[in-house]
């Protein structure tokens, strides 16, 4: 993949995230279809770029739906990875991301776990987008950190492609 490739896909990429951020402040009602509906407008942002096949879009709609739920089931484990990758004030995000799951939490369980097969939640590839926080080689250990959303190089030391987030 070339590098301008890269960077159009990284940039749109950054866009999803300020269009899913928008979607989700501006949502006058909390539920299971409004994640839905803001994942959709995250898209149809990117697509407005008029830069990506589609294919790349759904791609791109996947890492981010992945790097969300990853994100968010961290949440508890460490606030500020969250506010980081949101970059929004920790206690805004903490009051409306708390309302929105109280309001939300039985009707996306099931949502969550199609998102999960659907996006292989859990697995980072090199090649794909990721937002902040730190991955682990699955094969060797190394840590690669991420303090902004970039592409996800081989891991420098054996050179492996698989990768799982950890928030520290």
């Known amino acids: 993949m070339t590098d301008d490739r890269q960077d159009k896909l990284l940039h749109a990429y950054n866009e999803m995230r300020k269009a899913l951020k928008k979607a989700l402040h501006e949502a006058e009602e909390k539920t299971a279809d409004t994640l839905k509906e803001a994942f959709e407008k995250a898209e149809e942002k990117a697509s407005e770029l008029g830069e990506l096949t589609r294919e790349e879009i759904e791609k791109l709609g996947e890492w981010l739906?992945?790097?969300?739920?990853?994100?968010?089931?961290?949440?508890?484990?460490?606030?500020?990875?969250?506010?980081?990758?949101?970059?929004?004030?920790?206690?805004?995000?903490?009051?409306?991301?708390?309302?929105?799951?109280?309001?939300?939490?039985?009707?996306?369980?099931?949502?969550?776990?199609?998102?999960r097969e659907q996006a292989r939640f859990g697995e980072w590839h090199t090649g794909e987008i990721t937002g902040p926080g730190v991955l682990i080689c699955k094969n060797c250990g190394e840590k690669l950190t991420f303090d902004k959303p970039g592409h996800i190089p081989p891991c420098p030391k054996c050179h492996g492609t698989v990768f799982e987030k950890v928030y520290e």
């Open 65 to 115: 739906r992945r790097d969300f739920r990853e994100a968010a089931e961290a949440w508890e484990k460490n606030k500020e990875d969250l506010a980081a990758w949101w970059e929004m004030d920790k206690d805004l995000i903490e009051a409306q991301l708390l309302d929105w799951v109280a309001k939300v939490a039985d009707p996306t369980l099931v949502q969550w776990e199609l998102l």
